[in-house]
Every structure is written in C-alpha cells, then in structure tokens.
C-alpha cells in the first residue's frame, strides 16, 4: 500500500459527460501528480500541484482541469468526455516539489462509452 | 516523440537467470533515473533509481546501469524470481530552472514474465 488513496477505481461514463477523480496524497506529501495511461502506452504526465498552488503542466488537454485543497487531497476535472479519454488516470504524491521518487495510487481506470 | 523508448513490449525468463530490461532516451537533459514496478490493478510501484552522476546503482537482487554516451540504461534483476512477474517502466527526469520541477518521463514498460 503506496498511501496514496484514488476514488473511485473505476468509472463508466458517456460521451460529453464531466467526471471528477479524487486522489488524497500520503500523509505528510505536499506535492500531486497527474498521469494517464492509455492503452498501450507509457504514463503521460497531466499536471502537478504542490502545496495548492500549479506547479508544472505537462500534456493536459483544456478540456481537464485540476485542483489541490487545503486539507491536500487534489481533484481531477474531465469535461467533454470523448472516446478516446478512456484510459487509467494514476495519482502520485511525493514529500516536496521534485517527484524524484513519486508513490503512486492504484488508479482510476475511466472508460467513455 | 518518445524521449524514452523500451523497445521490448516483453521478455521471458526462466527462474533464477538474470533479467535484462532495456531503456534509451532521447533527452541529453536528463539526469534522473528511475524505474518503476507495476503489477496487474495497481499503481507503479519506486524500484531503484540512478543519478546520472553515477554509471551503476545496486539494491539486493536489482542493479541499474547508466551509459551516458549510449543514452541507454539498464536493469538487471539477479536471480530472478517468479514474483518479479510484472511491467517495468522506465523513467527519466530533468532538473528544470525557473520554477523547477521534476517531471518523471516514462517508457511504455516491458512486460517480464519469470518462468518457474
């Protein structure tokens, strides 16, 4: 068990529908990151926060949105869902702002119908 | 574009040999290296990681190697075991300035499987 809590694990959804991913970091970890794994493919770093605030942005689309609250745990917005966002969206948190050894959740496998 | 590439989607081992996963990059930037463990319904689990100060790190069973030159690295898992079973994923990341932040970069991973 990593610590990193991911709600829900999964999540059947339409098309141009909005769903929103939970993830609570380990205790004590400042620091959130956002990643989706598509079929086939390696893990693409979405967005980081690091103590509430936007630290760095990698390939989000502008159709995902993200926040990290006071109490830590973050949200991830979906909107305008198409097919192809299917896929597994993993959370990891890690201590300070450079994930160097990030602990990952068990992540939200989301499918588009 | 990749910046990290595993060109092996799979590799099968039998028990007690030693397996051999491979990783290039593109990225001269780079200067972290992670790898990362992932079995079926869970998250990627921290496996061992190589500064880019250094050509070799070792943890019990695990090593990685660091070529510089080569942009490649490797990890060696020494015997191998039918629990190592899993997708390796390999990562690299960058010290960037300004606002400074590590983003882990990640291979597709190679799936090994340990034969008993």
């Known amino acids: 068990d990593s610590g990193v809590t991911q709600t829900p694990k999964h999540l059947i959804t339409a098309t141009g529908q909005r769903v929103t991913l939970r993830c609570s970091p380990r205790s004590g970890d400042l620091s959130v990151y956002w990643y989706q794994q598509s079929l086939d493919q390696g893990l693409q770093f979405l967005i980081q926060?690091?103590?509430?605030?936007?630290?760095a942005k990698g390939n989000i689309l502008e159709r995902f949105s993200a926040q990290q609250f006071p109490d830590l745990h973050s949200e991830l917005n979906l909107s305008s869902l198409e097919l192809g966002d299917s896929a597994l969206y993993f959370c990891a948190s890690s201590p300070g702002p450079f994930n160097t050894e990030a602990f990952f959740g068990q992540g939200t496998r989301l499918t588009v119908v | 574009d990749q910046q990290v590439k595993q060109n092996s989607p799979s590799l099968s081992v039998q028990e007690g040999r030693i397996s051999i996963l491979n990783c290039d990059y593109t990225n001269s930037m780079f200067d972290y290296f992670l790898w990362y463990k992932k079995y079926p319904a869970e998250g990627p689990t921290f496996l061992i990681s190589?500064?880019?100060?250094?050509d070799k790190n070792e943890d019990g069973r695990f090593t990685v190697f660091l070529n510089k030159s080569a942009k490649h690295l490797s990890l060696h898992i020494v015997p191998s075991q039918p629990g190592d079973s899993a997708v390796y994923f390999c990562?690299?990341?960058?010290?960037?300035?300004?606002?400074?932040?590590?983003?882990?970069?990640f291979g597709k991973g190679t799936k090994l499987s340990v034969i008993p």
């Open positions: 926060y690091y103590n509430g605030e936007e630290r």
């Open positions: 190589i500064s880019s100060i250094k």
């Open positions: 990562a690299a990341s960058t010290r960037a300035t300004g606002a400074g932040s590590y983003q882990l970069t």
